[in-house]
């Protein structure tokens, strides 16, 4: 067991955190009687209260499967990865239950790291889709939200056909996510409510209309793109060829947002080339908008977006973009300019 247990040292103080704060909820189960002897067990809860517990005591102390589970659901995944599921087989199987991997969320994990060229090859994308096709098979069928980047169709399209009660699905910086695996999430997950997937340029509007026809409880839709013009926006690290090839077409792509996803209420379409013709469509067809986010698309004009949006009684806040650029930077972007892009 000691040679195992090191490998819990770095989610240690999480998983003490999270027994002090149920102590108190299970203490009533090994009350010490008056006059009664205090047993090992009694010793180790109230080192646990006093937060000077240490990890072979969580080892030792005999918990049961739901004192476990109530613990380690405080944890995120990569604490549980690298911690519980290394120091004995009862706590691996316990971190295996299906409760454990309803979610699997790897944005905030890949946000604590600065952004890496490494993410964009193929050897990244396998590790990422081994890892959301091993939470798939423990789930059970029972996955609501996935949140990743840089997986690939390969592993999206087997989360499709076994995670039939998806709700949130975040796919950024996918670039070989394509049409190919959103079909299937479209015809096999019809509870989907949220969408996020900027920055995957692989993606067609072929994709939002199947989306629009099968996901009725569709909300909230993210179909940002990388800045090209904007001079205050931070480095962006991923391939030039890449870059090149961002969604050109998004007025099309907001008639079809327009015509197949009316219960939308949140909609981001930063940095897009979105004109006021494509912003009318959206705004005549998602008529209980509560946000939308233009903010980089410089193809409108301050007075086109309050004329489009003045029918959207529900709109709460708008971003919109920054009117500030200079004329040089304005009339490059327009869409019939040579350099445009």
């Not at 005999?62 to 599921?85: A, H, K, N, Y």
């Not at 290394?86 to 952004?115: A, G, Y």
């Not at 096999?188 to 009725?216: A, F, Q, R, T, W």
Request: charged content about 25%; proline content about 6%.
């Amino acid at each position: 067991m000691s040679k195992n247990v090191k490998h819990f040292e770095g989610s240690r103080y999480s998983v003490v955190v999270a027994l002090k704060t149920i102590c108190t909820d299970h203490q009533t189960h090994n009350t010490k009687r008056p006059n009664s002897p205090v047993n090992g067990s009694q010793r180790r809860w109230r080192k646990a209260q006093d937060g000077i517990i240490t990890k072979l005591d969580l080892v030792g102390l005999d918990l049961t499967r739901e004192c476990l589970i109530d613990i380690f659901s405080r944890l995120s995944v990569d604490q549980r990865w690298i911690g519980p599921m290394l120091v004995c087989k009862t706590w691996m199987n316990v971190c295996h239950d299906p409760l454990f991997n309803t979610i699997f969320d790897l944005e905030t994990r890949f946000q604590s790291f600065p952004e890496s060229i490494n993410w964009w090859n193929p050897e990244f994308e396998d590790k990422v889709d081994s890892f959301l096709r091993s939470v798939v098979d423990r789930s059970e069928g029972c996955l609501t939200e996935i949140r990743v980047r840089h997986c690939t169709d390969r592993s999206l399209s087997y989360a499709a056909e076994r995670c039939p009660k998806l709700e949130v699905l975040w796919i950024k910086s996918c670039p070989n996510v394509t049409d190919a695996s959103m079909t299937k999430i479209a015809s096999n997950c019809p509870n989907l409510k949220e969408l996020d997937m900027s920055y995957s340029y692989g993606i067609s509007h072929e994709s939002l209309v199947m989306l629009g026809k099968n996901c009725h409880n569709l909300k909230i839709l993210k179909r940002n793109i990388y800045p090209r013009l904007d001079p205050n926006m931070p480095t962006i690290v991923a391939p030039l060829d890449y870059l090149a090839t961002y969604p050109k077409h998004a007025n099309v792509e907001a008639e079809v947002i327009g015509r197949h996803m009316p219960q939308l209420k949140q909609l981001e379409f930063r940095y897009t080339t979105l004109t006021a013709k494509g912003l009318a469509l959206v705004c005549e067809g998602c008529l209980d908008l509560e946000y939308m986010d233009l903010y980089g698309c410089i193809s409108l004009r301050s007075e086109e977006i309050t004329r489009c949006t003045s029918s959207l009684m529900s709109l709460r806040e708008i971003n919109k973009p920054n009117f500030m650029f200079p004329m040089a930077i304005l009339r490059m972007s327009k869409p019939d300019h040579p350099r445009y892009g």
